[in-house]
């Protein structure tokens, strides 16, 4: 009897060590802050492949405001680059000062282990836990590809990134193209809203 007693105490503690370990990590973009109950690892300026560029990542990246390098060359031209993220919304939810002002971001740290951004949604599915709403988000379907992104609804901007960033990696509200997409329940020129949900 108190040999299982042991057994099931070792047991439970064992899962409470490995629930307390596992955890997940994700950016949240146009926000330099966290959501209450989260760990904010770090914050600083969203940049991507500029949209005239060919090559480099097709991926965004959260920049820390102090970067740190190792050796370097100043003769040596970069073999790519990497701009600012900017904001394309002089129409749409979020206009409201934000049009081609540079985007922040913040990298988050959650004790939830599964993380999934859900595509026009809004709300999380059953069980999942909301870290933030907003709205998709992409390059132009004139340049070069990159990824869909959820952009907080309460972004803000980088201070002082008042002027259009030549050569930006610029983001735009992403609707469904309804000659080729089931509308309805889709709708074309209504953007699309996306949420970053986590879970045990």
Not at 89 to 96: A, W
Not at 103 to 120: G, H, I, N
Not at 153 to 162: I, R
Request: hydrophobic share 30%.
């Amino acid at each position: 009897m108190q040999q299982k007693m042991f057994i099931g105490l070792v047991l439970l503690l064992l899962k409470v060590t490995i629930s307390e370990a596992a955890g997940t990590v994700y950016t949240r973009w146009g926000r330099t802050s966290c959501r209450s109950g989260t760990y904010r690892v770090m914050y600083g300026i969203a940049g991507g492949s500029g949209y005239r560029q060919k090559g480099g990542g097709a991926n965004l990246l959260c920049l820390p405001h102090n970067p740190q390098y190792l050796s370097y060359n100043w003769n040596h031209p970069g073999g790519t680059y990497i701009s600012p993220v900017e904001y394309e919304t002089s129409q749409g939810p979020l206009s409201r000062g934000l049009h081609q002002h540079n985007m922040p971001c913040a990298v988050c740290e959650t004790s939830r282990s599964k993380l999934y951004m859900f595509p026009a949604l809004h709300n999380c599915p059953s069980g999942w836990t909301e870290e933030y709403d907003g709205y998709l988000m992409s390059t132009h379907h004139n340049y070069y590809k990159g990824e869909y992104v959820c952009v907080d609804e309460h972004a803000t901007s980088v201070p002082g990134s008042s002027d259009d960033t030549i050569n930006a990696h610029d983001l735009y509200f992403v609707e469904p193209l309804c000659s080729v997409f089931p509308c309805p329940p889709y709708y074309s020129r209504k953007e699309l809203a996306c949420v970053v949900c986590t879970k045990y």
